[in-house]
């Protein structure tokens, strides 16, 4: 515990860095927990999948999966894989599986807490299908809910969830997605469905 709680330290510093000195003993306790408790998700071995979603863009990302590859002075290391969905009215940009070296930061932003995630494409650009800040909505293992302005061209409500979780506590975390999803427009909500992306993995190779 205390070895996360350091590395925890180390990516609230670079917040400070980033944003200007910030004293965290100002902040809500509540807002402390969350960042702390998806900290340690993001820290563990254990892989994270996207399991709803709700997405304002018709054509995004689906089957969104992430393991911990390290940590260091820039965040939380991860390798992220996700299918891009083909358009439909361009019938040449066909869906395609995507990998993502990616860096989770956790923090305050505006005394709210916030999940900055940067997805590198090749040169150094960041993807816009992942990357974005994100406001930390709900934080407690197994899961959390991320969520960008609502009025934002590519607006976006997330429930990541540790792969392995029980259906009781699964329950309570898709319990959450909804009540702090439901005012984002969405034309359906994304579920992960692990037998179709599956399918897609195997027609990739």
Not at 9 to 15: E, K, P, R, S
Not at 139 to 157: A, H, I
């Amino acid at each position: 515990m205390k070895f996360i709680f350091c590395n925890v330290l180390v990516v609230f510093l670079y917040w400070g860095h980033s944003y200007g000195q910030y004293d965290f003993r100002t902040l809500p306790q509540e807002y402390r927990d969350r960042m702390g408790n998806v900290s340690e998700i993001l820290n563990g071995t254990t892989p994270l999948t996207v399991m709803r979603a709700k997405y304002k863009k018709e054509r995004h990302a689906v089957c969104v999966r992430s393991r911990r590859l390290e940590i260091s002075n820039l965040g939380f290391h991860h390798n992220l894989s996700y299918f891009m969905k083909g358009s439909k009215i361009e019938p040449k940009e066909r869906g395609e599986w995507r990998k993502r070296d990616t860096y989770f930061y956790v923090g305050p932003k505006n005394k709210y807490p916030t999940v900055v995630i940067y997805a590198y494409m090749d040169h150094g650009r960041h993807d816009p299908e992942i990357s974005g800040d994100y406001y930390l909505l709900y934080g407690k293992k197994p899961c959390f809910v991320l969520g960008t302005m609502q009025r934002q061209d590519n607006s976006s409500c997330l429930l990541w969830e540790q792969d392995g979780t029980l259906s009781k506590p699964h329950e309570i975390c898709l319990g959450e997605f909804e009540t702090h999803c439901k005012n984002y427009y969405s034309t359906k909500t994304y579920k992960y469905r692990q037998e179709k992306c599956n399918a897609r993995s195997t027609e990739e190779k």
